[in-house]
């Protein structure tokens, strides 16, 4: 599944979101055009020509359209309903403060790493996901095809099935009589489980139990830590306030509960204290992220340690990824050996039973002639 970054309703009633990938290029496209001194009025149709999504296509054209009639790009953003409220903010900052240009260059990378990691994390869960299906389909094959037909001649020849052989063959015969059921009552689970995941508790619940998984909390908590360190990096390198700055990375965060710890700790700062001590009773990053934030308050350079945060824990989140695809492999692979294993070994047993009923019959006609 595709990680998307974008905006609600567009005009006209067009509802899409733009891909991270999207909104890089785009970004990219317009600082190359705002520092080429090329006025948005004129910019904007020529990076609408470069574009090759026609929902991004139709939205430049209204936002070229409003910026034409004196409205600010950002507020042309907005209204176009694709562009992600992140971006329509920072580029009112830019606008503001007399630095678009660079605004822009910032949120094409800063869009281009959240690709990289979306895609480190998809890349990390495809592998074993094709592992088990490919798991999946050797069973149903073997199971359902090849030993009933062993089965068969086995048994026309008079030959007894071996036990793993007959386990197996009664465990087809219960899914295929019960294959209806089964699927129907799979379908009002995952139903069931889609509903759940759309109100707030359980949202919040899935969220939370994600980020303590076994498997893949480790690796979640890390790319929200890089997703969170970027995005406040880039708002105070462009002179955002700490409090709104991090009121609008809360809405980079997919997940629930992240959404919500960083929502505390705005509140938190509002309250008066700084941003080491707001992340302390969180607990929501890990240790070391708090104290080197604490150390870059220290310093007077905490746009600059965010931004060494990001990069850090962008490698941590490739290396972590690469490290559970290292161990999931060979696991998946001694499983499915296993299984294929013992789906043979009932395949060749009906098979041997065969050759000697054959055998014996054979014996038994030259004795008798």
Known sequence: ????????LAAGGRQRKLETLELSLFCHQMALVLKSGIHPVEGIPLVAGEMVNPVLKQALAEVGKAVLDGVPLAEAFKAAGVFPPYLVTMTRLGEATGMLENVMDELSVFYEKEDRVAKRIRSAVAYPLLLLLLMLCVIVLLVAQVLPMFAKIL???????????????????????SGLWILLAAALVAVGWMLLIRTEKGRLWWDKWKLKSPFFGRV???AAAARFSSGLSLVLRSGMGLEQGLEEVKDLATNLHVRRMIGQIARNVRDGMDLGAALAPISLFP?????????GQKTGELDKMMGKLA????????????QMTNAIEPVLVIILSVVVGVLLLAVRLPQINIMGTIGSSRIMIRCTS
């Open 155 to 177: 048994a026309s020849l008079g030959g007894e099935l071996p036990d793993v052989t007959r386990v197996l063959l009664g465990t087809g015969d219960f899914f295929r009589r």
């Open 1 to 8: 599944m595709k990680e998307r970054t974008g905006g609600g």
């Open 311 to 322: 990069s850090v824990y962008e490698g941590e989140v490739d290396n972590t990824m690469q």
């Open 287 to 295: 240790p070391l992220f708090t104290r080197m934030i604490q150390i």
């Open 220 to 222: 979640l908590v890390k």
